[in-house]
């Protein structure tokens, strides 16, 4: 992992000083991870990286030390298909042509079964093998529709409850500089999925919608009380010390007034078990995790939920779960989500409407009553269908 306060830079050199094999070509290893020549990057702290830009520096990283075995976990969450397939490739370039050996563990089930040679699944704590030609991917979430879907006259009944007009926003330096030139909005009690190649800047536009950033130009109209922007990391956003307890019940007193019942109610209505209160957030699994950092933003019962890949890294019968959850909360409290995510299938299951961010604009916006993908009219848009149905 990353230091969190260092440079990547900085945190690669440690990396290379300590372990780095002498004969090894550092330049070569950075060509295989596709971060040659790209300074820019390694000047920026984690935390302004993309995810698929930090995947390419763990994987130097790891490749530096030159192991036998390179183990991976999750090396493609959170990180679009065309990205997870250019990393993908890199390892088994470095693995063949360093005659290594690299084993990887993933829910992404589809992009396994089309890039390694041998697949295996666990059944009954058994690794049986699977055979690709007989692989079929089990879409959880598609086992049934989402029943909240709006119509499509919701938006011309309804005022957005945020909208953004040629909202300008622009960080970095040189060939590096990242502008964004939106107009996007968002409807009471619908579901927008936000999508896009890996650095793109789709979480940089949830931040903004969340106030955490502020344009730097442009029109904002914001008709919501409340936002609650939930990241990638879940455990990054908890104390990894203290029980869940003493940080969730601090939360509940600050908004009590819009609750009648106790917080323990609070909690069953939250479907949180209570033995998971005296547990710290490592101590949870990770879709326990993710559970508990919805129910804490949903403490304060937003008007508006920004899921940031908080999904990823789930199989996808937890990810079912988890949505289903939500819908249920939502349909109780009437409140609208805008879901940022490379998984082209939940975005095809749950969102009414579907935006395709590349190069800082909003290069599609689809509306998803049938067929949305073949209402595509940008490259990228086709690209980023054909590399997850391909």
């Not at 994987?59 to 390179?70: K, R, T």
Request: hydrophobic letters at 40%; proline letters at 3%.
């Amino acid at each position: 992992t990353l230091s969190p306060i260092h440079r990547v830079g900085v945190s690669r050199e440690d990396v290379f000083k300590a372990h780095a094999d002498r004969s090894l070509d550092v330049e070569s290893v950075l060509e295989y991870c596709s971060l040659s020549g790209n300074e820019e990057l390694l000047n920026r702290y984690p935390h302004q990286c993309s995810g698929g830009e930090l995947q390419r520096v763990i994987l130097a990283m790891s490749i530096f030390q030159m192991p036998d075995l390179l183990l991976l976990d999750e090396p493609t969450a959170g990180i679009d298909q065309l990205t997870a397939r250019s990393i993908l490739r890199d390892i088994q370039a470095w693995v063949r042509e360093n005659d290594r050996i690299c084993f990887i563990a993933s829910h992404d089930e589809n992009l396994l079964s089309k890039n390694v040679d041998f697949l295996f699944e666990i059944n009954k704590e058994k690794l049986v093998p699977v055979r690709p030609s007989l692989y079929q991917v089990q879409n959880a979430i598609g086992q049934e529709q989402n029943q909240l879907r709006s119509d499509a006259t919701t938006r011309l009944e309804n005022s957005p409850i945020y909208q953004v007009t040629d909202g300008f926003f622009t960080f970095g330096n040189g060939n590096e500089k990242l502008s964004f030139e939106v107009d996007l909005e968002i409807y009471p009690n619908e579901i927008v999925g936000l999508t896009g190649i890996s650095g793109a800047g789709k979480s940089t536009i949830g931040k903004l919608i969340a106030g955490h950033l502020q344009w730097k130009s442009g029109s904002e109209s914001i008709c919501f009380r409340q936002v609650q922007y939930l990241s990638q990391d879940s455990v990054q956003n908890f104390h990894p010390y203290k029980i869940m307890k003493y940080q969730l019940h601090p939360i509940y007193k600050r908004w009590e007034h819009l609750w009648s019942t106790s917080f323990k109610e609070v909690l069953q209505i939250l479907q949180i078990e209570e033995e998971w209160m005296d547990r710290t957030i490592l101590g949870l699994s990770g879709g326990q995790r993710q559970r508990m950092l919805i129910a804490r933003a949903l403490l304060c019962k937003p008007d508006l939920l920004i899921i940031d890949e908080s999904f990823s890294g789930l199989d996808g019968i937890s990810k079912y779960k988890l949505w289903k959850w939500i819908e249920y909360l939502r349909l109780k409290w009437s409140f609208s989500i805008l879901v940022i995510t490379h998984d082209l299938n939940m975005i095809d299951k749950v969102c009414d409407y579907i935006f395709i961010l590349h190069d800082g604009k909003i290069v599609d916006k689809l509306d998803n009553f049938g067929n949305w993908e073949k209402k595509a009219t940008h490259t990228v848009t086709k690209r980023l269908i054909n590399a997850y149905i391909y």
